[in-house]
């Protein structure tokens, strides 16, 4: 059974800053992992979707790596701004089985 | 915006009660699951249909039913509502069944039970 587990489970930064938020998975076998923005109450927004023969993808000041065989995934920030405050999701699809969320990470970036 | 709508936003019921919440997949996309998510927690998988029949199905009772519409449109159901089915209720779209693409997940239903 797949577990998704991010570290940490919330972290608080000045403006500025680059930042790592992790995510590591037990079962190596995957298609592909995602990372999702949500704010408080609403829904997730994708930001970055990485298929499992990829080593990482980039949109703008977001970059998020795999390594499949260590079963970790990383999303780096980088020149954080308050407007990056959200909570941050990963979740892995197996392909034919549904996704499988961590509890994510919830940054706050202080002005 | 993703093009993945759901109604309504808010929704207050009392123990024992039933609801019905709705969602409109993303135009073109024939696969709609659905999840719940607890307060500080990531969502967890209740179901998922494809073609108007369910394809998969988590860890929730059968209280918790649903529909699919040929419009690709879908219901989720639950009967006799518990304290604990207080939850964001999310659906999630995408275009065909077991390919591994972006899931576009509307804004949610924020369900109180008292």
């Known amino acids: 059974k797949q577990e998704v587990t991010q570290i940490p489970a919330a972290l608080s930064v000045p403006e500025g800053e680059n930042l790592v938020l992790n995510c590591s998975f037990t079962?190596?076998?995957?298609?592909?992992l995602q990372w999702f923005r949500q704010d408080p109450g609403k829904g997730l927004t994708s930001l970055l979707l990485?298929?499992?023969?990829?080593r990482e993808q980039t949109s703008g000041r977001l970059n998020a790596s795999l390594d499949k065989s260590s079963g970790r995934s990383t999303l780096y920030i980088a020149a954080s701004q308050p407007g990056d405050s959200a909570t941050y999701l990963c979740?892995?699809?197996?392909?034919?089985?549904?996704?499988?969320f961590g509890k994510g990470t919830r940054l706050s970036v202080i002005a | 915006e993703t093009g993945v709508t759901q109604s309504p936003t808010h929704l207050i019921k009392t123990r024992g009660q039933q609801v019905t919440l709705r969602c409109s997949s993303q135009?073109?996309?024939?696969?709609v699951s659905w999840y719940q998510q607890a307060l500080g927690q990531g969502p967890q998988f209740i179901f998922q249909?494809?073609?108007?029949?369910?394809?998969g199905r988590g860890n929730f009772p059968p209280r918790f039913s649903g529909l699919q519409f040929p419009n690709y449109s879908s219901e989720l159901n639950v009967n006799a509502l518990e304290l604990d089915d207080s939850a964001l209720y999310l659906c999630?779209?995408?275009?065909?069944?077991?390919?591994?693409?972006?899931?576009?997940f509307g804004p949610g239903t924020r369900l109180t039970v008292l």
């Open positions: 999630a779209s995408r275009g065909l069944a077991g390919q591994p693409d972006t899931q576009y």
């Open positions: 079962d190596s076998a995957i298609y592909n």
């Open positions: 990485i298929q499992s023969s990829q």
């Open positions: 979740a892995v699809d197996s392909g034919n089985t549904p996704l499988v």
């Open positions: 135009s073109g996309h024939n696969t």
């Open positions: 249909y494809y073609r108007e029949e369910e394809n």
